[in-house]
């Protein structure tokens, strides 16, 4: 059942919504949002015409894994088989499929899935190595197990070395009969152009935030109904982000960094240095590196609103747009992009040299005061 994407309420109505977890992609029976790029892969599917490789690009945490394995399931049960194809515009399947529980499980033998592995010492990696790539190779040598499709999933294909997308090309050049491979990239630029060219190309959009903030409802059913939309607005249209947010308390972080920066150039020292320990303590890396993100991310919607003053704000506390507006009242766009570019480098450096969170943090919103106070 199609659902509109503009229409929040028929969102929530929808008979295929979501219980008030989500579950895993693979498991995951709900596309919601997106509904115009599943009808295209539909399509594809039904008239034959369906690409060897297929490259699913957007932001992280909007569905993009969950539409390859509904792609997936869709081949796997049947589908895309229909010798006079007509008009299509969903790749659900019933979930009581035997095709849809294998894929749940990771036991279909015609489905490989490639992701980030671990390294010697047990621990993750941070980019998927030609090793994982390999396996694809006698995996797709081999005939599928019932006749139809044999289909991989690289999920995460932009945190592939350049070894490892070497060898992805290598199979994308040449597939098999009936054989497909999904690469599911949060950043599509950073692969080889190579591999994108010989692509077709789907790109997701993120959620409208009511959208976002509809789906909250069930996937974090105890949160406050006030903070739904700010957080869908923090996410940017991810329910995923807006998950992960939610668990580390990132509204509330927000929420603190925006009444430091209320008070700029003035802001409160014993606050400041509060904020500052807490994010500087073991553990408490990633709740650094979001906070960054924050900042480096309100900083380039000051840079626009200096650029285009008529650009909407998406705002997400109250009294935001204000602040946004001094701001700009107090330095022209080069002045803006300056200090964005500075805090973005530092935020960077603090990741790739490992420096003190603690002086790091102070020293970003050190640098916010002194721009304001110019």
Same mark, same amino acid.
């Given at each position: @059942? ?8 028929? !969102? ?21 949002? *997106?509904a ?7 399509? /594809? ?24 394995y509904? !792609? ?11 010798? %006079? ?32 592995? !671990? ?5 993750? +990696? ?7 790539? +390999?396996?694809?190779?006698?995996? %797709? ?5 019932e ?13 592939? *070395?350049? *070894? ?13 009969r ?40 069930? %996937?974090?059913?105890?949160? /406050? ?32 960094? @925006?009444?430091? @920066? ?22 408490? /890396?990633?709740?650094?590196?979001t ?18 003053p ?21 330095? *022209? !766009? ?20 490992n420096?003190?969170?603690k002086?790091?943090?102070? /020293? ?8 304001? +106070?110019?």
């Open positions: @059942m199609a659902v509109r994407d503009d229409d929040p309420v028929a !969102l929530r109505e929808h008979p295929d919504f979501p219980e008030s977890q989500a579950p895993a992609p693979r498991a995951n029976a709900d596309l919601l949002g *997106n115009e790029a599943e009808r295209s892969l539909a399509q /594809a599917a039904a008239d034959g015409t369906l690409a060897g490789a297929w490259l699913i690009g957007g932001p992280e945490g909007i569905g993009k894994a969950t539409l390859a509904r !792609l997936a399931r869709h081949l796997l049960a049947g589908g895309g088989n229909d010798l %006079f194809g007509g008009a299509a515009d969903t790749l659900a399947i019933d979930e009581a499929e035997p095709a849809f529980a294998r894929v749940a499980g990771g036991s279909h033998g015609d489905l490989l899935t490639v992701e980030l592995g !671990l390294n010697k010492q047990g621990k993750k +990696r941070t980019e998927i190595v030609v090793e994982d790539i +390999r396996r694809l190779e006698p995996f %797709f040598r081999q005939s599928a197990g006749g139809g499709w044999r289909i991989a999933v690289i999920d995460g294909a932009d945190l592939m *070395n350049r *070894n490892a997308a070497n060898a992805a090309l290598k199979l994308i050049e040449e597939p098999p009936q054989s497909l491979v999904i690469l599911v990239s949060h950043t599509p630029a950073k692969l080889l152009a190579t591999i994108r060219s010989r692509c077709r190309k789907l790109n997701l959009r993120p959620l409208k935030d009511e959208q976002a903030a509809v789906l909250l409802e069930r %996937f974090l059913p105890d949160m /406050a109904e006030e903070d739904r939309l700010p957080l869908a607005r923090l996410s940017g249209g991810s329910p995923g982000r807006a998950m992960r947010l939610e668990q580390m308390g990132g509204l509330d972080l927000y929420r603190e960094i @925006m009444a430091l @920066m209320a008070d700029a150039p003035h802001m409160d020292p014993a606050a400041l240095h509060a904020l500052a320990d807490r994010l500087g303590r073991s553990g408490q /890396a990633p709740a650094c590196r906070a960054l993100d924050f900042l480096s991310a309100w900083l380039a919607g000051l840079v626009r609103y200096a650029s285009e008529d650009t909407p704000l998406n705002t997400v506390v109250t009294g935001e747009e204000a602040l946004i507006s001094r701001f700009a009242a107090r330095g *022209n !766009l080069e002045h803006w992009v300056d200090v964005w570019e500075k805090i973005t480098r530092l935020r960077d450096r603090a990741d790739s040299l420096l003190d969170r002086q790091v943090v102070l /020293a970003v919103f050190g640098a916010v005061e002194a721009a304001v +106070r110019t």
